[in-house]
Nanobody, 124 residues
Framework: QVPLVESGGGLVQAGGSLRLSCAASGRTFGNGAMGWFRQAPGKEREFVAAITWRTTATYYADSVKGRFTISRDNAKNTVYLQMNSLKPEDTAVYYC?????????????????WGQGTQVTVSA
């Protein structure tokens, strides 16, 4: 197992910003990719953003494009999700996910490693 530890969630007003971090310990994802997914109460888990580690190619859900930015720090083995212009509909538990080889994927089933999740709440 490759523990993924998320941090940075919290409560913010609409229009505000948060930055989520996901630190991977042990094995790296240098030949693979990492992504962020979220799950709101009563809804299915959905793709938010992903990054292919080697090329830094990024992908975003249409709902967050232009507001969220995914990035990675190779030295710290950490991936970030900068979230700006937050909306109440962004409220969810956000999960970090990793796959050890291949390019980014929008499908949760393609990721073998998951963090415990961090709550993001955006008030109106």
């Amino acid at each position: 197992q490759v523990p993924l530890v998320e941090s940075g969630g919290g409560l913010v007003q609409a229009g505000g910003s948060l930055r989520l971090s996901c630190a991977a310990s042990g094995r790296t994802f240098g030949n693979g990719a990492m992504g962020w997914f979220r799950q709101a109460p009563g809804k299915e888990r959905e793709f938010v953003a992903a990054i292919t580690w080697r090329t830094t190619a990024t992908y975003y859900a249409d709902s967050v494009k232009g507001r969220f930015t995914i990035s990675r720090d190779n030295a710290k083995n950490t991936v970030y999700l900068q979230m700006n212009s937050l909306k109440p509909e962004d409220t969810a538990v956000y999960y970090c996910a990793g796959k050890t080889y291949g390019t980014s994927s929008l499908r949760a089933n393609d990721y073998a490693y998951w963090g415990q999740g961090t709550q993001v709440t955006v008030s109106a």
